[in-house]
């Protein structure tokens, strides 16, 4: 089952094409968009390994001179340096105006190539192949690149939009368990946040923690519903303005504690577990959603295998002060993206921080 | 005499104004724009020794919340390395993303500040507050912004528009000379490629080398003429899919001058000059443009003090395979921007590499 959403971002809207099989035919895929005969292949040493020369192949097959470079794999290289590594490849291998980064990889390798082609050249044309669950139904989509500062997350980066995106799920056959969970957070995010229709399949799916038990009718169902949340999202509200803010649900008190935890104890899609039931812990003390719905989500996250509890001996109070530093904060005010029914969420800087103390303290 | 020229880049189109003396009223010229109340005013020592607490006291008159970082003068200071010390200000000083970053100085500050405002909470607001003729005619306006690379100059970078410029002729009082020449390549640029009047009424002022010779009612229209010139440009072709690429007029030689010369030598006006007589000279062995108007161009830099040679010792290979790597580059041919009648220029990749010789070896 093949499936192709657009994403609304004039002047240059693009697509997200979901094909099993689709590694084998990417040059085909990019053919489609005439750019420059120049592509640089970023990827991950292990990834690289595993997809590479087959990426490769199938674009030299359409005539793309292709290079690569790779960056180890994990959030803590998600850095300047690393971004200086792409520039040198850039360099070396002449890429022009026309060229394009290809992004293969997990979310860190989307973010940096991401940000590498927006900056080189004052933006360079990307197209994002990601391999990990989080990658496809998250971080490859709509334009938010970056690397992390010393003291916060992504808190260097810029929006530069790819030409587009392609989704091979055969790929999720050799994702480590724990990343395929790491996705699962995002996915049930979409269905808190925007699709009950797909909040409902996966209540009724017997288990989400690994990925032999979703059957490929299953994981192509979750991730077309995915990417269509994320590219609806996307096309109304391109530089968050507004509505697009709704996509960090669970991700502010999440990067809190990714940040706290030197990005080692929990992986994002963990934070965002932990974000989510915090967020929701603290709509029900708003009495802004019901206790009964926030226990069906807190279930639904237990049964994709991930967290719900602060990793043991992260300070409160270090907690809420990182708080203060998030992209999110707007005149010294902490904004707050909470449930109000499955498949609904609204956005708030009203949360009273002794609100977000006890929820900490107590609930989670 | 106060003049604001209006540049036209939907959805965000933004002012410049020239009014002599309006470094004291910046804080009123920028409440208009209903930004965030935290200020970030990045400058380098010099400048704000001599007008960083006017400009502050101008922004805290009006209720703005100003901290403020400096970063050593010179291009070769135009690297990540300081993009980041202005992130760690941003960091320090909570800036948020209704926040501004203020550049207070030349185009390296101008096109620093932007670049550290594009990439910061993935793009901040910027006001350029241009001190040199150089910034205040060329990089303050139309939102290139970047740093250099070790191997090229510019090659990390993004647009990035202001939402305002506010230029001050009376800083100019203040400008070393051999800055105000080197702005007035600039000047003599838009002349060649843009307004035939302004080239007209350069070549009928006695003295173009020191700031003396240039009475205020002069100054300012060299300023507005120069300003409209480039807010025209930008206006029809922001992101140089076209036209704008005519603003490298002089530019695709005298970065490689630059850059061969470790920016070190001769400053980025004196290349332009340079590059500008060999892309004139160029263009007269095409037969595209008379020798007389290319001596009338000639005569204008010499008097306006600026060098017309390649500067001694400099290896014409270099430069030539250093062109390889601009920006400018496409499917591998390098691009020209040549005149064809004083207020008009072409572009063209179709300059055979042995005319580029030719014309270092004979006639520079």
Same mark, same amino acid.
């Given at each position: 089952?093949?499936?192709?959403?657009?994403?609304?971002?004039? @002047?240059?809207? !693009?697509? #997200?094409?979901?094909? @099993?099989?689709?590694?084998?035919?990417?040059?085909?895929?990019?053919?489609?968009?005439?750019?420059?005969?120049?592509?640089?292949?970023?990827?991950?040493? &292990?990834?690289?390994?595993? !997809?590479?020369?087959?990426?490769?192949?199938?674009?030299?097959?359409?005539? !793309?001179?292709?290079?690569?470079?790779?960056?180890? *794999?994990?959030?803590? !290289?998600? %850095?300047?340096?690393?971004?200086?590594?792409?520039?040198?490849? *850039?360099?070396?291998?002449?890429?022009?105006?026309?060229?394009?980064?290809?992004?293969?990889?997990?979310?860190?390798?989307?973010?940096?190539?991401?940000?590498?082609?927006?900056?080189?050249?004052?933006?360079?044309?990307?197209?994002?192949?990601?391999?990990?669950?989080?990658?496809?139904?998250?971080?490859? +989509?709509?334009?938010?690149?970056?690397?992390?500062?010393?003291?916060?997350?992504?808190?260097?980066?810029?929006?530069?939009? @790819?030409?587009?995106?392609?989704?091979?799920?055969?790929?999720?056959?050799?994702?480590?368990?724990?990343?395929?969970?790491?996705?699962?957070?995002?996915?049930?995010?979409?269905?808190? $946040?925007?699709?009950?229709?797909?909040?409902?399949?996966?209540?009724?799916?017997?288990?989400? /923690?690994?990925?032999?038990?979703?059957?490929?009718?299953?994981?192509?169902?979750?991730?077309?519903?995915?990417?269509? *949340?994320?590219?609806? =999202?996307?096309?109304?509200?391109?530089?968050?303005?507004?509505?697009?803010? #709704?996509?960090?649900?669970?991700?502010? $008190?999440?990067?809190?504690?990714?940040?706290? %935890?030197?990005?080692?104890?929990?992986?994002?899609?963990?934070?965002?577990?932990?974000?989510?039931?915090?967020?929701?812990?603290? &709509? =029900?003390?708003?009495?802004?959603?019901?206790?009964?719905?926030?226990?069906?989500?807190? *279930?639904?996250?237990?049964?994709?295998?991930?967290?719900?509890?602060? @990793?043991?001996?992260?300070? +409160?109070?270090?907690?809420?002060?990182?708080?203060?530093?998030?992209?999110?904060?707007?005149?010294?005010?902490?904004?707050?993206?909470?449930?109000?029914? +499955?498949?609904?969420? %609204?956005?708030?800087?009203?949360?009273?921080?002794?609100?977000?103390?006890?929820?900490?303290? /107590?609930?989670?």
């Amino acid at each position: 089952m093949k499936s192709v959403i657009r994403v609304e971002v004039p @002047p240059q809207s !693009y697509d #997200i094409a979901i094909a @099993p099989g689709s590694l084998d035919d990417i040059g085909v895929w990019m053919s489609r968009l005439k750019l420059g005969k120049k592509v640089l292949l970023v990827s991950n040493p &292990a990834i690289f390994r595993r !997809y590479g020369e087959r990426a490769i192949g199938a674009l030299k097959l359409v005539g !793309y001179q292709v290079s690569h470079c790779t960056l180890p *794999a994990g959030e803590r !290289y998600k %850095t300047l340096k690393s971004i200086q590594k792409i520039h040198d490849a *850039a360099l070396q291998n002449r890429l022009e105006r026309s060229s394009t980064m290809v992004a293969l990889g997990g979310g860190v390798i989307g973010d940096m190539t991401g940000f590498a082609a927006a900056t080189w050249l004052r933006g360079i044309n990307v197209v994002q192949v990601p391999t990990s669950l989080l990658a496809m139904v998250d971080a490859a +989509i709509g334009g938010k690149t970056g690397v992390n500062h010393p003291q916060g997350k992504n808190l260097i980066g810029a929006f530069h939009q @790819p030409r587009f995106v392609l989704i091979d799920p055969h790929v999720l056959q050799t994702l480590p368990p724990r990343e395929l969970r790491a996705g699962m957070a995002e996915v049930i995010k979409y269905g808190v $946040i925007w699709d009950a229709e797909l909040f409902a399949k996966l209540e009724s799916t017997k288990r989400l /923690d690994q990925r032999r038990y979703l059957d490929e009718e299953l994981l192509s169902f979750i991730l077309s519903c995915s990417c269509q *949340a994320k590219a609806d =999202v996307v096309s109304q509200d391109e530089k968050e303005a507004g509505l697009r803010a #709704i996509l960090n649900y669970g991700h502010t $008190i999440g990067h809190a504690v990714e940040s706290l %935890t030197g990005y080692k104890v929990v992986n994002h899609g963990e934070a965002v577990a932990i974000g989510m039931v915090a967020a929701g812990q603290i &709509a =029900v003390e708003l009495q802004m959603w019901t206790s009964p719905e926030a226990e069906r989500q807190k *279930a639904l996250i237990e049964k994709a295998g991930l967290p719900t509890q602060l @990793p043991p001996g992260l300070d +409160i109070d270090a907690i809420i002060d990182t708080l203060q530093t998030d992209k999110k904060v707007k005149d010294g005010k902490v904004r707050f993206i909470l449930p109000t029914q +499955i498949g609904e969420v %609204t956005i708030t800087d009203q949360v009273p921080a002794d609100v977000i103390r006890q929820v900490l303290s /107590d609930k989670l």
